[in-house]
């Protein structure tokens, strides 16, 4: 057994390491940090802005191939993932913005998918009626809704709501913000603050997770052991939550799994428009900012994501579906 | 299997038949089928005539517009919609409207261009893994592994914000370069976009590969290029059109997301993305910079993913969502 | 609407009285070609402790009939008619109150028994939930109880298998515990739909034996579903043929075999290859095939295949009225006629007084083929060339498990050391249960690659060291035709393009492909003219000759057939076999003929060899090996097999085997049936250990039969129960 898992995590980190030094060779040879001081005005002189590159091992005068062995050693060695151009260090800038972004997706990604979930097995068991319709053409719709046009329907409704009310009961801009000296009021602002974003991965998790679950549910309707459940004498209403939901949740938990991790690079939008300074607005600024280390990093952290994900996915349906459980 | 179609129930029901001595009834092709399928789902129709006349509009609507999306009316900058300009203009006076049809015809292109390379990109590779087996699949699935582990969205947003324009360009600067914007665009996009639906089509391949028609076919000595392409890919491009038309709809949304950024279609083009990263800031203040944007971005995708949803059900009513008897 | 009375009321019904009676039930489905008329007009009574076997094709409404009964079809089917159980309408109650009937008053067991049972839940959750259900009571009283039934149904040490998941199971087990489902709340009614279809035959004669006793110990009476006429033989008291959605024939089973008057009915009696008939019997050719359901023309639905047909045969459809006496009593009045009787025999056909009058019987009615015999057999066996050989051949693969950390666990010794000729012009019959190894054979021979060990050798080439052309041309003299014609053609490809397909391949003109096309249709018995149609527009039969065709375009010497007519209905099934016959003779062909069917064998082969686990455990001329079985397992297997013969199988003493097919990847060490073997329990100790050590070789029993048995003269054996 354990010679398996092994392959499987060396495979992986053989994936993750040709993965993370493609991007590397990648970013370094295409962003370019010396435009950030070229411009800048007073000029620089030439010298200085190549000193300094070359401390930050950015310099484009360096071969590609030796800034690369630098970088992996300081990786591999000191676990130093290189320096920003401007902002210092990569690999704390990256350890602070995890939480931000976990703070930010926990409560709407999972409550959205719970509520998809609820929604497309409720929706298959009502098939063409007028409620499955509606729901069904609603989640299409909101599938078809880029999110960035979400967020600003809903900012534009918000603050509608808050000049009609007079109230600043929605916040837009970043995590906290005047916090009231009222007793809890430090939990009011961060409630505040993120309601709206919040109902954004709602809206958008529920979407997708109720077309994937209506689809599965309408299979198991269909399948041959709910007619064996009502044969014994189920009515069909237990039938279907008792063995078509349970049945059609197994392959609900292999995207579940795989989408909780790899929402931290997904929430990319949510995060720029509401300026949460998590890791999906980094990958954004680290290359607009030209900053190859940030880039990269980033890039690494999802790869990790996503292997993460898969492998969350494969116990899920372990722990799901017994004909898959290891005897 | 799905209640919904009463003929599964009678699981042994003959197909009705032409045979010699059968009587003649009325058989339908399977073309017709899925048509009157398609037709029955009002969601998706509606999808179709709604892509039909946005489609007209992105070829035909530059002549009906009085304005082109590179005139700039020095009367009106940053104007309310009014009679000259149905939409308004934006900050430097350019028509919204006229802006409105180049965006939406950039996106259509470019959404079409990619759904095409990347589900043939699929389609090939994971046929060719399916029969071939050994070597060449695991080296596919493990390309596969790799392109999946790859943030694409990153990897595009670095290509595309390359400045190529210095003067130490390298061979691949000038060689990517050479292609306009857009046209690197579609080609990224659809490098990073082929990978799950080879799996799909890889995994549905190996079972039409065990299909006794294969097998006949390969006993009678015929050469695997030609059992691929006349008997496997023709048996799952059920798959393959659902494939490509949900591929456009992702597209445009990544192909509009980029753009939102600065990273996918540049300026002076302009792509539904470019105008509502320009209007989606200013939504409050002045709206007609963000509302037709919007609107079209929102109509387009949802008339494609209704009609993807339509062919879905209309090709394989053993779909969960099967067509409705 | 009260139901207290129906299940308050245990056993109100005494032996013989009417417990189910259906009267005039229709059920019609819409669909895309217009309405589905699956069940027109059905009407019959079942009494306590019966069993009434619905017999019919594919389509002709028996399965659709089932579901009715119980309240099983979607919303969106009409029925009509009347259903009564204990004399209680139940055709127009609601889901909640047909939930107390089912399970309790009326069970089912289903065809395929893996996608039947849950896939997440314990067999016994199962079984529980339908004990609970009805009968509310502590959940270790529940699983007690599930472990008894489990007994019940002979599933070995239940205490631990009531918590195996279905998939643990195999088919034959998942069947005996959804019959412990069904039998769990003492039922008055069980519906048995095609139970033993997804079965092999020792497996199926276990079952069968299980839902005997299961009726024994509940008195239930019991609809048994089915299309094989030799289950019906030994298990149906009464028989109700189904065609077309409507009771063709209706009677006792000895009515219905030995009297049979309506055509259908005899044609498919006659067209039933039977183990137990010594000489090649010729079989009936119903040509044609069932009519679909939508848009029946008027007239008798059987009326384009049937030879008697007359005039008003095409215009009328006939009643379903006893035919015994001069007077046409009319069977059936409707729901609430006092009159309404089923007891009698009862035919619907216009011409059932001619064939009552007459006797006929149907090589009267059908056209037969006789054995065609081919100048080859004239000359003796050694001096025909061989064509095949097979030596020592063995296949073995890794055995791969577990989806989350896949890895090779072990060796599926899939073929294990086998050797087997085909000479020219004979069929040599491979039979044997699934897993078996005989379709792994055939691969073998089709595959053109090196075996894990041994020698394959076609036409005196070994295919697996020839390459490019000289491959290609071996590839021409060996052809396979599939199992399932359908799935065995291209749907897009039109019939020319099929059958020319191997023809362009070996670089054959336009002109001569176009020729030959058209001579190989006729070949076959197909039109010429309808080479561009799809084989989606033939029937089932027309679609299997159409791959013969295509396996004969290229002049092959050796056809290999995968059980070419397991897939179709009965009645097309002669048809086909009789072509294969023809063409033999005619073409001086050589047949591998694989199947699990004894009886098609026996009427195609002239050699047989019958594997188990890898191994061929007995070999030989056909008739030694079916007369006189030496082999254990040969034994157990041709007693298990239905003979349409309801005296026969009444008479009949059936060898039935312990449990299941070992695992071909662990199998037993010494001989390989031994842990099954129902002769070695009936040795002396000190023999059996050579069975356990000792693999037994190929032994001569007869001029031309082999015996892998140690003990081949041993003829007692120790009986066990199922």
Redesign the interface.
């Known amino acids: 057994m354990g010679r398996f898992i092994l392959r499987r995590l060396l495979n992986y980190a053989v994936l993750l390491f040709v993965a993370i030094s493609l991007t590397y060779l990648l970013a370094a040879s295409q962003l370019n940090p010396r435009s950030l001081w070229e411009l800048a005005n007073p000029p620089i002189p030439a010298e200085t802005i190549e000193s300094s590159l070359r401390s930050k091992n950015l310099s484009d005068e360096v071969p590609l191939l030796q800034r690369y062995w630098t970088w992996l050693t300081g990786v591999l060695l000191h676990w130093d993932w290189g320096e920003a151009p401007r902002t210092g260090d990569v690999g704390p800038e990256i350890a602070r913005r995890i939480g931000v972004s976990i703070r930010l997706i926990t409560i709407g990604s999972l409550g959205g998918i719970a509520l998809g979930v609820l929604v497309g097995a409720w929706t298959a068991t009502k098939q063409y009626k007028i409620s499955d319709r509606t729901i069904t053409f609603l989640a299409l719709a909101i599938f078809s809704v880029p999110v960035f046009v979400l967020i600003s329907v809903v900012q534009v409704l918000a603050t509608n709501f808050n000049d009609a009310t007079g109230w600043r009961l929605f916040e837009f801009v970043g995590e906290t913000g005047s916090v009231g000296d009222y007793p809890g009021a430090v939990l009011v602002d961060r409630i505040q603050h993120l309601a709206l974003p919040t109902l954004v991965l709602v809206l958008a998790n529920a979407a997708f997770f109720s077309r994937i679950q209506r689809n599965l549910m309408l299979d198991a309707l269909g399948s041959d052991f709910v007619r064996t459940a009502r044969a014994k004498g189920l009515p069909r209403r237990r039938a279907v939550m008792k063995h078509a939901l349970r049945t059609s949740l197994i392959p609900t938990g292999t995207y579940f799994a795989f989408s909780v991790a790899t929402l931290f690079l997904g929430s990319t939008f949510v995060e720029v428009l509401f300026s949460f300074h998590g890791m999906g607005e980094y990958a954004i600024t680290s290359i607009q900012g030209q900053d190859v280390h940030g880039a990269v990093a980033v890039a690494a952290f999802g790869g990790v994501c996503v292997l993460v994900g898969a492998t969350l996915s494969d116990f899920m349906v372990a722990a799901l579906d017994p004909r898959v459980r290891v005897s | 299997?799905?209640?919904?179609?009463?003929?599964?129930?009678?699981?042994?029901?003959?197909?009705?038949?032409?045979?010699?001595?059968?009587?003649t009834?009325?058989?339908?092709s399977r073309r017709q089928?899925v048509v009157?399928?398609f037709l029955r789902n009002k969601?998706a129709v509606l999808g179709l005539l709604v892509l039909v006349v946005m489609a007209l509009l992105a070829v035909f609507g530059p002549l009906i517009s009085a304005w082109d999306y590179r005139d700039v009316d020095r009367t009106a900058f940053l104007s309310e919609p009014d009679s000259r300009h149905p939409f308004g203009t934006t900050q430097s006076g350019v028509d919204m409207f006229a802006l409105t049809l180049r965006g939406l015809s950039k996106s259509l292109v470019i959404g079409l261009a990619v759904a095409v390379i990347s589900t043939g990109i699929a389609a090939v590779v994971g046929a060719f893994a399916a029969y071939f087996g050994g070597w060449f699949e695991r080296i596919a699935l493990?390309v596969i592994?790799?392109l999946?582990?790859?943030?694409s969205?990153?990897?595009i947003?670095?290509?595309m914000?390359?400045?190529r324009s210095?003067t130490?360009q390298?061979g691949?600067d000038r060689f990517v370069s050479a292609a306009p914007q857009w046209i690197v665009l579609v080609v990224l996009l659809a490098l990073f976009g082929w990978m799950l639906a080879a799996r799909v089509v890889r995994s549905l391949s190996l079972s039409v590969k065990e299909?006794?028609?294969v097998?006949?076919?390969r006993?009678?000595?015929?050469?695997a290029p030609?059992i691929i392409v006349?008997?496997i890919l023709?048996?799952i491009s059920s798959l393959l059109i659902i494939d490509a038309t949900l591929n456009v709809?992702a597209a445009i949304?990544a192909e509009?997301?980029l753009s939102?950024?600065?990273?996918g279609v540049k300026p002076p083009d302009t792509s539904l993305g470019v105008l509502?990263g320009v209007g989606?800031r200013q939504?409050?203040t002045f709206?007609w910079l963000?509302v037709p944007p919007?609107v079209t971005?929102?109509l387009l995708?949802?008339a494609?993913?209704?009609v993807g949803?339509g062919l879905r059900d209309a090709l394989d009513p053993t779909?969960?969502?099967?067509g409705?008897? | 609407m009260t139901t207290a009375t129906t299940s308050a009321g245990r056993r109100r019904t005494g032996a013989g009285d009417v417990v189910l009676s259906v009267r005039d039930l229709h059920v019609t489905f819409p669909s895309e070609a217009g309405d589905v008329r699956a069940v027109r007009g059905l009407d019959f009574d079942l009494r306590a402790g019966e069993t009434m076997a619905i017999v019919g094709e594919s389509g002709s409404g028996k399965s659709v009939t089932s579901l009715a009964v119980m309240g099983l079809h979607p919303a969106s089917a009409q029925i009509t008619g009347s259903v009564r159980l204990h004399g209680e309408e139940i055709l127009d109650r609601d889901d909640a109150a047909m939930s107390k009937l089912r399970g309790k008053a009326m069970s089912m067991v289903f065809q395929d028994p893996l996608s039947a049972l849950t896939p997440v839940y314990t067999v016994g959750d199962q079984i529980v939930e339908a004990i609970q259900l009805h009968r509310p009571m502590p959940a270790a009283q529940a699983w007690k109880e599930a472990v008894e039934l489990l007994d019940l149904v002979g599933i070995p040490n239940p205490q631990a298998r009531v918590r195996s998941f279905p998939h643990e199971f195999s088919g034959g087990m998942r069947q005996r515990a959804m019959i412990a489902m069904a039998i769990a709340n003492d039922p008055d009614v069980i519906i048995a739909d095609e139970p033993t279809t997804a079965l092999d035959v020792t497996i199926q004669a276990q079952v069968l034996e299980v839902l005997k006793r299961a009726q024994r110990e509940t008195g239930a009476a019991v609809i048994m579903i089915t299309h094989d006429l030799g289950v019906v033989a030994g298990m149906a008291d009464r028989v109700t043929v189904m065609y077309a959605g409507r009771p063709v024939e209706q009677g006792s089973v000895d009515d219905i075999y030995y009297r049979p008057q309506m055509p259908y009915t005899i044609g498919l009696l006659g067209s039933v290859p039977r183990l137990d008939a010594a000489e090649r019997q010729p079989l009936a050719t119903v040509e044609g095939n069932p009519p679909s359901v939508v848009n029946l023309p008027p007239g008798c639905p059987f009326a384009p295949r049937c030879p008697l047909a007359e005039e008003q045969c095409w215009t009328t459809e006939p009643a379903l009225v006893e035919h015994s006496g001069s007077l046409a009593r009319r069977v059936t009045a409707g729901p609430d006629s006092e009159a309404a009787t089923v007891a009698g025999h009862a035919a619907a056909c216009h011409l059932a007084d001619r064939v009552v009058r007459d006797g006929l019987r149907y090589t009267d009615i059908f056209p037969v083929a006789e054995h065609a015999w081919s100048a080859l057999e004239q000359v003796p066996r050694e001096q025909r060339q061989p064509v095949l050989q097979i030596s020592g051949l063995k296949r073995h693969y890794p055995l791969m498990k577990g989806a989350v950390l896949r890895r090779r666990v072990g060796t599926v010794y899939a073929v294990d050391g086998i050797d087997l000729e085909v000479r020219e012009g004979e069929t040599l019959g491979l039979v044997g249960e699934s897993g078996c190894g005989k379709s792994t054979t055939l691969m073998e021979v089709l595959n053109f690659l090196p075996p894990t060990d041994g020698t394959i050798t076609v036409l005196g080439k070994n295919p697996a060291a020839l390459r490019g052309r000289a491959r290609k041309e071996l590839r021409r003299d060996l052809q396979i035709v599939f199992q399932d014609p359908m799935a065995s053609l291209d749907p897009r490809m039109t019939v020319f393009d099929l059958i020319a397909e191997p023809l362009k391949a070996h670089g054959w003109s336009k002109a001569d492909t176009a020729a030959r096309v058209e001579e190989l249709m006729a070949t076959v018995g197909l039109d010429p003219s309808h080479v561009n149609r799809y084989p989606g527009q033939f029937s089932g039969g027309q679609r299997q000759r159409i791959g013969i065709a295509r396996a004969l375009a290229l002049k092959p010497k050796l056809l290999v057939l995968d059980e070419p007519v397991s897939a179709l209905d009965v009645s097309i099934q002669a048809g086909v076999i009789n072509l294969l016959d023809q063409l033999k003779a005619e073409l001086g062909l050589s047949y591998l003929f694989v199947a699990h069917d004894l009886a098609v064998i026996r009427h195609i082969a002239d050699r047989v060899a019958v594997m188990y686990l890898g191994s061929i455990v007995e070999h030989g001329d056909v008739d030694q090996v079916y007369d006189n079985p030496r082999h254990p397992y040969t034994q157990a297997l041709l007693s298990a097999i239905p003979i349409p013969d309801p005296e026969t199988e009444r008479t009949r003493e059936r060898i039935l085997l312990r449990g299941e097919l070992p695992s071909p990847a662990d199998p037993p060490s010494g001989c390989k049936f031994r842990t099954r073997c129902p002769r070695k329990l009936a040795l002396p100790e000190s023999d059996q250990e050579r069975c356990v050590t000792e693999p037994p070789p190929l032994l001569p029993v007869g001029t031309d039969h082999t015996s892998a048995c140690h003990f081949n003269d041993t003829d007692r054996h120790v009986d066990v129960v199922a």
């Open positions: 299997m799905s209640t919904n179609n009463p003929l599964e129930l009678i699981d042994e029901m003959p197909t009705p038949t032409h045979g010699a001595n059968a009587p009834s009325k058989r339908l089928l009157r399928r969601t493990w592994d790799l999946l582990v790859v943030p969205f990153l990897i947003a670095i290509m914000s390359a400045d210095g130490n390298s691949f299909r006794e028609y097998q006949a076919a006993f009678m000595g015929i050469p030609v006349r008997h023709p048996n709809a949304l509009t997301s939102f950024f600065g990273f509502l989606a939504a409050t709206p963000f919007a971005v929102v995708i949802l494609v993913n209704a949803d779909s969960g969502s099967g409705r008897v």
